[in-house]
């Protein structure tokens, strides 16, 4: 009987094993983690690449989530919830211990990301790791409120509404901060490296 139900978990709605949960059903919530604990790990590492520390902010994030849960707001998602925790948790560690909570991005299209429109990679055969040194170094100078929307918007492809609720702002503060975060970082790689400028 037990069995069956747990196969029987995994098609019913967040929302649903929410409430099983705050009922005492905690194989419930162990279904919500396995459903969503992906998308967290890949979130949190944009924040650090130390597996140590990716592994402690995930699973601090999922204990938060189970001993909040009865503040869950209902007209919420539940991923968006949990999503907003794992910022929250991964910004405050690195506040503690008074470090910049971004690391290099290993990702070797991020010159060509949006942040950085109307840039260009001069060197075709640029390596990867100089692209996510640059990166790191261009992020970690641009204030808290710009990287960590840079880093919903343009790594984790978060919709503008999503971003909102994440943060706890208005959609049109998310539109004016990815704006600015934007030309910021455009700005600062033109500074450091002004062979990124667009070549006519």
Do not use: C
Not at 45 to 62: A, G, K, L, M
Not at 163 to 172: E, R
Request: proline content about 4%.
């Amino acid at each position: 009987m037990a069995l069956r139900l747990m196969e029987s978990l995994p098609e019913i709605e967040d929302q649903e094993l929410v409430t099983r949960t705050l009922n005492g059903d905690r194989e419930a919530f162990g279904v919500l983690v396995e459903r969503h604990q992906d998308r967290i790990f890949g979130l949190v590492r944009h924040y650090t690449r130390n597996p140590v520390e990716v592994e402690d902010i995930v699973q601090d994030t999922f204990l938060k989530a189970f001993t909040r849960l009865s503040s869950f707001q209902r007209q919420g998602s539940f991923y968006t919830w949990v999503y907003r925790i794992a910022v929250n948790t991964a910004l405050d560690l690195f506040k503690r211990q008074g470090r910049n909570p971004v690391q290099t991005v290993e990702d070797p299209e991020v010159i060509g990301t949006p942040p950085s429109r109307g840039l260009m990679r001069p060197d075709a055969q640029m390596q990867e790791r100089e692209i996510a040194e640059i990166t790191h170094e261009v992020l970690a100078e641009l204030p808290e409120i710009f990287r960590t929307v840079l880093i919903l918007r343009e790594f984790e492809q978060q919709a503008y509404q999503d971003i909102a609720d994440l943060l706890g702002i208005s959609i049109g503060t998310v539109e004016s901060r990815i704006f600015r975060a934007r030309a910021k970082f455009k700005e600062q790689i033109l500074q450091r490296y002004p062979e990124y400028g667009q070549v006519d």
